[in-house]
């Protein structure tokens, strides 16, 4: 008996490492969709061994079997966004472009991980640049942070590193829609989240800095604004509304072990119980 559409949740899918602390990766993705009210779908591109004080290990899957978990619940289920996070290899990246070539009217929102936030490594030359040409064209939104944004628009004759507005108008020539430049690690008073397209700058946005480090930070805010995508919100709407999620996350986040904070994804359902027992 099929089931009535109305009461389908937008479903999401999410291409990601695993991440066996919880705080970021598929893990992250999967948290942060659900609670914005989508069916979120993953397909694990790598496994690693890492906790809250960083990554240890990274062992990327067979590129065959990324193609196969995506082609079974796409032909399976309606997707209305698409999530990227860490790739894993160059192979990777190349048949997840082949996959998200059939669907070119699905938004498509892009992490580029590339170090961890403890500074590990994570992508190489060869993936920075396999991804310049096969996924930023596809891409709506690419979120990298300041540091991110810079190694990806690094180009041969740069005598310095141009500035982030320079960096976003690049990554959008690239093929990107939009370019939203994190600024969590810049020297600057406030957080300064900026949003490109290709005419430029469309919205800037002022956060209050929080203590301490996050683990997963990128990916709730990357999955946030797919959420938001798929819950037909326009660019602006679902930058602007991801980043308060993220934020409201970050300040509620908790710290389970020896590094980073988590983000608390469903302090809104907590919010709600100190509210009960208050009462």
């Not at 920075?128 to 190694?151: D, Y």
């Not at 994190?182 to 300064?192: F, M, R, S």
């Not at 430029?200 to 929080?210: A, F, H």
């Amino acid at each position: 008996m099929n089931q009535n559409p109305r009461l389908l949740p937008p479903i999401v899918l999410t291409f990601a490492a695993s991440d066996p602390s919880g705080g970021a990766g598929v893990q992250a993705d999967l948290m942060t969709l659900s609670s914005m009210g989508c069916h979120p779908l993953s397909v694990i591109t790598a496994i690693t061994v890492q906790d809250t004080l960083g990554v240890e290990a990274v062992h990327a899957l067979d590129a065959d079997w990324i193609e196969d978990q995506a082609r079974a619940v796409l032909e399976d289920m309606p997707v209305a966004a698409f999530k990227i996070g860490l790739l894993g290899s160059v192979e990777n990246i190349a048949v997840i472009a082949e996959i998200l070539a059939d669907y070119p009217d699905i938004p498509l929102v892009f992490d580029p991980v590339l170090a961890s936030g403890r500074g590990d490594e994570l992508s190489t030359e060869e993936m920075v640049e396999a991804m310049r040409e096969m996924l930023l064209p596809q891409t709506t939104v690419l979120t990298p942070n300041s540091m991110e944004a810079r190694r990806l628009a690094e180009e041969d004759g740069d005598e310095e590193a141009p500035d982030l507005a320079s960096c976003a108008q690049r990554l959008v020539s690239y093929g990107c829609e939009y370019v939203l430049v994190t600024g969590t690690h810049e020297n600057t008073p406030k957080v300064i989240n900026t949003l490109y397209g290709e005419n430029g700058q469309i919205r800037s946005d002022r956060w209050d800095r929080l203590a301490g480090s996050y683990h997963g930070s990128g990916c709730t805010l990357a999955s946030a604004i797919a959420a938001n995508l798929a819950n037909g919100q326009d660019i602006g709407d679902a930058v602007r509304d991801a980043q308060e999620y993220t934020w409201q996350a970050l300040a509620n986040g908790f710290r389970p072990g020896m590094g980073q904070y988590i983000p608390d994804r469903f302090f809104w359902a907590r919010a709600d119980e100190l509210e009960q027992d208050d009462s």
